[in-house]
């Protein structure tokens, strides 16, 4: 109910005795005079709260296109009132009379939308008033579909999606291309794409993307609808181009203990993972936004147990995806391991690491796809604060190998934010050019490091 009906009403209440007499009445008209006043005053002022817009604004001396943008449900109550969202109207942000591609999360799976996010293009030093207008759920605009996660599961009648799945040790390891369409989850953006071997591994591998168009949903599946390897040759949208072994590829995790590399899970060679649980959750997907976790539960390395949260969110427009990892264990601290696959490799890795920055960057530049066949940039964008330094996995042996192994001591809350980088010569040929590629990777610290500002 509008608020200048209300409060009319509560005046409303004392009209028939007002009207007795004369004095009475003189008093009403004061009152009326009074309501209308106030309310016309209120109903100003909700409508104003209702036009109320935000101000974004880019600090840097950087052009941003795609730029992502999160507002808080409670953030868009304070600048709006709350009125349309308790109607069941869903907010859309409009620069002008265009409204910007987004979509609404359920980031804590409480049946109700949390955040708004959307992408927009920003000028160096620009400001842009973003208004929010509500609409229906059934008019909310369909924008393209720019972000995707899939995880494709064998039952009972072949492949199917899942949005949630728990795993015991004792399942894992499994062989290749058995249970899983592609080893486990896969999420791409219209740039480029990525997997987790869930299948014990844990390993991260890349695809490279020709095409914008979401490609991993069919991807790997035969005409059985069962799993099958047809991703490591060239496809019209791509292919997997990136050879990964018994690495961590690009972006896995593993933990040092007694100065030796510790896989989280297993080689696909042993017989039980070293996991107690693993639990896959897609948290939403949308065409701007793609967010999943996976919760490792009991993670037995020999010497200590851990539980790992990790949360992986990747955004359209972007050569890049975010991991968020929470980690908890008896340990005062503990050395988290990130790795860069170092296969074909045989240029030296780069480490970006300036003072005045709060984020540094590690990267390898070669023709390091399968073949030695195409120039990939890859790397790691990570908080500074946190950062020991490299080293280098053996080439080979039981645990770990061939990969650069960058090294964070987490202490107290013991989690730690980083972006994994990926960027091939045949989505951008710029990124055969080495010294492109290093300035692609500054640029994404600094962006990082200077997010856009709202108010």
């Not at 995880?151 to 899983?180: M, Q, W, Y």
Request: proline content about 5%.
């Amino acid at each position: 109910m509008d608020r200048s009906y209300m409060l009319m009403a509560v005046f409303w209440l004392p009209l028939e005795n007002l009207l007795t007499n004369k004095f009475m009445t003189m008093r009403f008209k004061k009152y009326i005079t009074s309501v209308f006043i106030l309310s016309s005053a209120v109903l100003i002022s909700a409508c104003t709260a209702m036009q109320e817009d935000f101000t974004l604004t880019n600090n840097s001396e950087i052009d941003r296109s795609n730029e992502p943008i999160v507002l808080s449900r409670d953030a868009i109550i304070d600048k709006t009132g709350g009125i349309q969202i308790t109607e069941g109207q869903l907010p859309l942000p409009v620069v002008g009379d265009q409204p910007l591609p987004a979509q609404v999360d359920d980031i804590d799976g409480d049946g109700e939308w949390d955040e708004l996010a959307f992408t927009i293009n920003i000028a160096a030093g620009e400001s842009k008033t973003v208004s929010i207008e509500y609409v229906n759920p059934g008019d909310y605009p369909e924008f393209t579909q720019r972000t995707n996660v899939r995880f494709g599961v064998v039952g009972d009648n072949g492949i199917e999606a899942l949005k949630t799945l728990s795993i015991p040790g004792e399942e894992l390891p499994v062989p290749l291309f058995t249970r899983f369409q592609m080893d486990g989850p896969a999420w791409e953006n219209d740039k480029v794409g990525f997997r987790q071997y869930i299948d014990g591994r844990n390993g991260r591998d890349l695809y490279g993307k020709t095409l914008s168009t979401m490609a991993l949903d069919t991807v790997g599946i035969s005409d059985e609808n069962m799993p099958v390897d047809d991703y490591h040759v060239m496809l019209p949208w791509g292919r997997d181009i990136l050879a990964v072994g018994n690495s961590l590829g690009l972006g896995g995790i593993g933990i040092i203990e007694n100065n030796n590399p510790v896989r989280l899970g297993v080689r696909l060679d042993a017989e039980q993972s070293n996991v107690g649980m693993t639990s896959y959750n897609l948290i939403t997907e949308g065409p701007v936004r793609s967010v999943f976790s996976i919760h490792y539960e009991d993670w037995d390395t020999g010497e200590n147990s851990y539980n790992l949260e990790n949360t992986v969110t990747i955004w359209a427009g972007s050569y890049s995806y975010r991991n968020d990892i929470s980690l908890s264990s008896t340990n005062v601290a503990d050395t988290l391991a990130i790795g860069v696959v170092n296969i074909h490799n045989d240029e030296q890795p780069v480490l970006l690491n300036k003072d005045d920055n709060p984020l540094s960057a590690f990267y390898t530049h070669d023709k390091q796809t399968y073949d030695d066949e195409w120039y990939l940039g890859m790397g790691i964008i990570f908080p500074s604060m946190h950062y020991l330094s490299y080293t280098e996995a053996p080439e080979s042996g039981p645990g770990i190998t061939t990969s650069y192994l960058n090294l964070f001591e987490l202490v107290d809350q013991k989690s730690l934010s980083y972006h994994v980088v990926a960027g091939w010569e045949l989505s951008d040929e710029r990124f055969a050019d080495a010294e492109y590629f290093r300035s692609f990777m500054e640029e994404e610290v600094q962006k990082i490091s200077s997010p856009i500002t709202v108010e």
